[in-house]
Each structure stands twice: as structure tokens, then as C-alpha cells.
């Protein structure tokens, strides 16, 4: 039987963690949610049903008062700047999580973990260039979330890695599909409602079948081809 009851949501004010928190909410977990103090606002529909923390995700202080006494972490692994903001909210999870507890976290599908994705031009090409650029503008290094995923990858936790697809708003289409790799025939319409990508992170709690995995997830209603005429 899983008992898991009191979850952290890390980066809970954003568009993915707003949705994880209304479905953990509807799936009867107790919810603490750490975010920016500007953000708090944001958390103002679940005023009174959650416990919220004002502070960065990457927060040791914090971090370390709450995770103990949590069974489930979600993070939104955000790479936000160039100091690490990523890899130091991973590994803060890391050190004060307890040792069984679940730990997801959310990437883009360039996160790779045995090198086996099968990457389009297009998404090479859009990392390389927007990699560099943000990374240029001191405004976002994707090579963090990379290292924050490869400091979870070697470790011995129970963790899963959800990486996500080209990101659309809309009615939940149902818990999305996946593939061990991107490049995957069934994932290849690279299509996924934020509201599903937020339901699989927060399954993934109580799915072991997901430990020591990193899903490329797609949303599970793939487009019609256009008709042949
Ligand atoms: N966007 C996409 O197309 C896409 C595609 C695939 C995967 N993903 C993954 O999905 C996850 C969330 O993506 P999302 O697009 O839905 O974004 P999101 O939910 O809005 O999440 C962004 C997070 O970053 C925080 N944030 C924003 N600006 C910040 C700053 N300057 N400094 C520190 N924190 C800041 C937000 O907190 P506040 O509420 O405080 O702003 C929020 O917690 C990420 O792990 C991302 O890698 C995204």
C-alpha cells in the first residue's frame, strides 16, 4: 500500500506547478509549496489549502526545514540564470529529502539519459542557438538543467525525471503516453497539454514502475494526419 500523504511542490506558482498543485489537491495529498515571495499571489485559489514557503527553490534554509518531513517531492528543475539555480534546487532535494521519499522532476526533452534520444534538427538546432544566446543574456543556461539531471541520474534515490514536450494550454487530454527516448515513432507528434504534463508528475508519485526513469512523455491523443486526397 503506498502511504504517501504530505508532498513539497518546488516552483509551485508557475503554469506547471499551479496545475500539479490543483491535482495533488484533488488527489487528497497535503500540499506545501515553495515559490518566489513575488509569486505568493499567484497561490491565492488555494488560499487556506495549502502551506505556501516564500522563497527560491534553490534555498538551503528552507530546503532543509521542509524536506524531512515530506514522503514526495515535485520540483520544477528551472534553469534560471547563470548560478546554477537548476543544479543547486536538485541537489538541496538531494541532501534533505528523506531517503525513501519519491522525488520527480520536470525537464525538456534535451535532457538525455543514456545518450540513446534520437534528437530532430529542429530541436538541436533551437537548443544550440537558444542555449547560447540566453546563456549570452545571463537570463537562462540549459547546460544547468543538464548538470542538475546528471547529479539525479547517478544517484541511488528514487527519482524520476518527466521530460516534456513542445508545451500547449487546454482541456486535459488524458495522462499522457511515453517513451524511454525521444525519437520514439509513438511520441514523434511532440504534443503535450501543460494540465497532462502536471497529472504525470504527480501519478509518477505512486507509480514505482517510473523509479530510475527519466519518460519523454506526449500528450496520449496524437493528431489525425491530414487526408490523402
Ligand atoms: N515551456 C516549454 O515549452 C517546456 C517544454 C518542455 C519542458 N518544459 C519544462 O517544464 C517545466 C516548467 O515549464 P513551464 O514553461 O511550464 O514554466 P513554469 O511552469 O512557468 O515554471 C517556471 C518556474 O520557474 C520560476 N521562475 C520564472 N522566472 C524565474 C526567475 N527569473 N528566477 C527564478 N525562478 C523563476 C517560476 O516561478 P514564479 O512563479 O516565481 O515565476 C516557475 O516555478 C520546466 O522544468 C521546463 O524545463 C517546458
Given at each position: 500500500?503506498?502511504?504517501?500523504?504530505?508532498?513539497?511542490?518546488?516552483?509551485?506558482?508557475?503554469?506547471?506547478?499551479?496545475?500539479?498543485?490543483?491535482?495533488?489537491?484533488?488527489?487528497?495529498?497535503?500540499?506545501?509549496?515553495?515559490?518566489?515571495?513575488?509569486?505568493?499571489?499567484?497561490?491565492?485559489?488555494?488560499?487556506?489549502?495549502?502551506?505556501?514557503?516564500?522563497?527560491?527553490?534553490?534555498?538551503?534554509?528552507?530546503?532543509?526545514?521542509?524536506?524531512?518531513?515530506?514522503?514526495?517531492?515535485?520540483?520544477?528543475?528551472?534553469?534560471?540564470?547563470?548560478?546554477?539555480?537548476?543544479?543547486?534546487?536538485?541537489?538541496?532535494?538531494?541532501d534533505?529529502?528523506?531517503?525513501?521519499?519519491?522525488?520527480?522532476?520536470?525537464?525538456?526533452?534535451?535532457?538525455?539519459?543514456?545518450?540513446?534520444?534520437?534528437?530532430?534538427?529542429?530541436?538541436?538546432?533551437?537548443?544550440?542557438?537558444?542555449?547560447?544566446?540566453?546563456?549570452?543574456?545571463r537570463?537562462?543556461?540549459?547546460?544547468?538543467?543538464?548538470?542538475?539531471?546528471?547529479?539525479?541520474?547517478?544517484?541511488?534515490?528514487?527519482?524520476?525525471?518527466?521530460?516534456g514536450?513542445?508545451?500547449?494550454?487546454?482541456?486535459s487530454?488524458?495522462?499522457?503516453?511515453?517513451?524511454?527516448?525521444?525519437?520514439?515513432?509513438?511520441?514523434?507528434?511532440?504534443?503535450?497539454?501543460?494540465?497532462?504534463?502536471a497529472?504525470?508528475?504527480?501519478?509518477?508519485i505512486?507509480?514505482?514502475?517510473?523509479?530510475?526513469?527519466?519518460?519523454?512523455?506526449?500528450?496520449?491523443?496524437?493528431?489525425?494526419?491530414?487526408?490523402?486526397?
Amino acid at each position: 500500500m503506498n502511504t504517501t500523504k504530505h508532498i513539497a511542490i518546488l516552483g509551485g506558482s508557475g503554469k506547471l506547478g499551479r496545475y500539479m498543485v490543483a491535482d495533488a489537491l484533488t488527489q487528497g495529498y497535503q500540499v506545501t509549496v515553495v515559490c518566489r515571495p513575488q509569486s505568493v499571489k499567484k497561490l491565492d485559489p488555494w488560499k487556506g489549502q495549502i502551506e505556501i514557503l516564500a522563497a527560491r527553490t534553490d534555498d538551503r534554509a528552507v530546503l532543509q526545514t521542509l524536506l524531512p518531513k515530506v514522503d514526495a517531492v515535485l520540483t520544477v528543475l528551472a534553469p534560471w540564470g547563470v548560478n546554477g539555480y537548476a543544479s543547486n534546487t536538485a541537489q538541496a532535494v538531494l541532501d534533505f529529502a528523506p531517503l525513501d521519499a519519491r522525488l520527480i522532476f520536470s525537464c525538456g526533452w534535451h535532457i538525455t539519459l543514456d545518450g540513446q534520444d534520437q534528437y530532430s534538427k529542429g530541436l538541436t538546432l533551437f537548443v544550440a542557438i537558444f542555449g547560447r544566446l540566453a546563456r549570452w543574456l545571463r537570463f537562462v543556461d540549459l547546460d544547468d538543467q543538464v548538470r542538475a539531471t546528471d547529479t539525479i541520474f547517478a544517484t541511488d534515490r528514487k527519482w524520476t525525471v518527466v521530460r516534456g514536450s513542445d508545451l500547449e494550454e487546454g482541456e486535459s487530454e488524458g495522462l499522457p503516453i511515453w517513451s524511454e527516448h525521444v525519437g520514439d515513432q509513438k511520441i514523434a507528434h511532440n504534443r503535450l497539454r501543460r494540465i497532462d504534463f502536471a497529472k504525470f508528475m504527480v501519478a509518477a508519485i505512486k507509480n514505482d514502475s517510473l523509479i530510475k526513469t527519466a519518460p519523454a512523455i506526449a500528450s496520449c491523443c496524437i493528431e489525425p494526419l491530414p487526408k490523402q486526397i
